[in-house]
């Protein structure tokens, strides 16, 4: 398996709602990342999930946040999201650090 | 702070010529540089990576790296209109400010591949 699953593919929701973004991958990868792509910008990293540590963009605020219930599972926790949020979120991983990333076919978010 | 610079394009080429796409990267100390190859609506995907100077060879990818100057390039020959998508370059800076290995990527470049 060399894939990164994300679920859902699409996503819209309010602002006063609260989702969650999922990312799977079963390729023994050692650490996992969240990114943000608006359009026609590069991704954006949000949080890495690296050997079980977690370390964050201290630019992104508090109402995204993610959780890694095992080594395999990355999720994003969104809540009080605003129509600025709205972009395409992508999940990455990689077999250790400086090695390049396997995306996930991303989710796309709207804010409404 | 750490910037790799891309020229937005558009690049436009005719089908069969070469196609060159150029990065530049402002840490020295990087170690590992990449090309992804990202579709309008689609995720990145990985085309290229490249570790040491000289150039890398995929099928009808090259990478080139040459870090005295901080500049990695890919070339694309006989460019089909399949190869029209956006390019991405990008850099795993070196750890002195914490990076922990987090890729920073270039703004792109677009690239169009005229029948």
């Known amino acids: 398996d060399t894939e990164v699953t994300q679920t859902p593919k699409h996503l819209v929701m309010g602002m006063t709602n609260k989702k969650s973004l999922k990312c799977e991958q079963h390729?023994?990868?050692?650490?996992m990342y969240w990114y943000k792509q608006k359009a026609k910008k590069p991704p954006e990293l949000m949080f890495v999930y690296s050997y079980e540590k977690l370390s964050i963009n201290e630019s992104v605020p508090s109402r995204f946040s993610p959780e890694c219930p095992n080594s395999s599972l990355l999720n994003l926790h969104l809540h009080a999201l605003q129509p600025e949020d709205s972009a395409l979120y992508l999940c990455?991983?990689?077999?250790?650090?400086?090695?390049?990333?396997?995306f996930g076919s991303g989710t796309r978010l709207t804010v409404v | 702070q750490k910037e790799v610079e891309q020229n937005s394009g558009p690049l436009s080429v005719p089908e069969g010529a070469i196609a060159s796409l150029n990065c530049t990267y402002s840490d020295r100390g990087s170690q590992s540089f990449f090309w992804y190859r990202q579709y309008s609506g689609k995720s990145p995907e990985l085309i290229m990576s490249i570790y040491s100077n000289g150039d890398k060879e995929d099928g009808r990818f090259t990478a080139q790296l040459n870090k005295a100057s901080q500049y990695v390039s890919l070339l694309i020959r006989d460019s089909q209109p399949s190869d029209s998508a956006t390019y991405l370059c990008?850099?795993?800076?070196?750890?002195?400010?914490?990076?922990?290995?987090?890729?920073?990527f270039g703004k792109g470049t677009k690239l169009s591949v005229k029948p």
């Open positions: 990008a850099v795993n800076p070196s750890n002195y400010g914490g990076s922990q290995g987090n890729l920073i």
């Open positions: 990455a991983s990689s077999q250790r650090d400086g090695y390049g990333y396997t």
């Open positions: 390729m023994g990868h050692r650490a």
